[in-house]
Each structure stands twice: as structure tokens, then as C-alpha cells.
């Protein structure tokens, strides 16, 4: 399996990472790939809604940890507007590419900060928790990638 050398320098000397102290929002996620989880930490900014801060914590393997650590960096600074719009695509971009069987690590550190914004939001009352259905069901499992061959496992058509 072939890294780029941005990955393995992330790898080996991640950015952002550890345990934060009175977030002001958090999330932990897994992949349905793999079992592998990370978790996110949030400082706001309240009156401008940027993410002042924000670290993590990865409960997984390399590319775990790099596509964490890219995603964490992309997001510092940013309003809680922009850092909505980072995808998976946007981290491996950054790091470089990914092998196809490791794309499903990527999901699961865009899903997490993406998990620690919908938190705060709810938590600060910008939005209404979602109950689960069979839309939201289908829309987690539609991320679910084939960790051997990194292919969607799911038709979007659905
Ligand atoms: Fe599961 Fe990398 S996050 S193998």
C-alpha cells in the first residue's frame, strides 16, 4: 500500500490531537467499514460561530489518524458555515490521495467534525435533533464504503 508523504507525515506527527478540556462541542463517530472510531473537539467562537480550536482523538489506524489531523487543520478558523462544507475529497486532496481501500478513514474524520458542528448547533439551540428514520438510515449507510476496494457499497439511488 503506497502513502504519499504527507499522509505518513500526519501519521507520525498528527496536528490537533488530544483530549480537549471544556469543549463546546463533541462527537464521536465509528466507521461502518471497519469499527474504528475518532473523536472531535470544538471551541466556538460564540459571536462570529468560528472554530477557535479543535483537536481529536483516533481509536484507529494510520490513515485514521492523518485524515483526522488534515481535517482538523482544514477546519481551525474557519466559520462553522465554511467547515460545513468540508468534504472527504477535501481531505484527501489535502493529504495528497489516499489508497482507495483507505477512502472509508477519510469518511469517518469528515463525519466526525461534521457530528461535533450538528452538536453544537443542537446543544446551542441553531437546530432540532433529528430522530432517526428510514431517510436518515438510509443516508448514513449510503457513506458506508468497501474498505477492500474503497467503492460505495451502497446505491445512491435508493
Ligand atoms: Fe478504519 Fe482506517 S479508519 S481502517
Redesign the pocket.
Known sequence: MQYSQKVIDHFMHPHNVGKMENPDATATEG?P??G?QVTMYLKIEPDKHTIEDISFLSY??A??IATASIITDLAKGKTLQEAKKITWHDAVEALDGLPPE?T??SV?ASDTLQAAISNYEITHGFKEVVNFNKDTILEELEKVIY?QVGEDTFPSSW
Open positions: 466507521s467499514a471497519c474504528d484507529g489506524c490513515s485514521n483507505k472509508h478513514c469517518l474498505p
